[in-house]
């Protein structure tokens, strides 16, 4: 029965070290990290929106009085 040949496992597994190595240090160097909320600069421009140029009110007519 052959003998199982281990004489080039270290060589093996000590290259394949950096090899994983460098490869996660490229993934994360493609990673986008988005900032929290509060680092945020918030965006100040305001817009018109065509209903906040005129006063309107709503009438709900279930809230109204009853008219006899």
């Not at 909320?37 to 109204?64: A, D, E, G, V």
């Amino acid at each position: 029965m052959p003998q199982l040949n281990t004489s080039t496992w270290f060589i093996t597994i000590m290259t394949m070290l950096p090899a994983l190595y460098l490869i996660m240090q490229l993934k994360l160097l493609n990673t986008n990290y988005y900032l929290n909320p509060s680092q945020k600069i918030p965006n100040m421009q305001t817009f018109n929106n065509p209903w906040q140029l005129k006063w309107t009110k709503i009438y709900l007519l279930h809230l109204q009085p009853q008219l006899s």
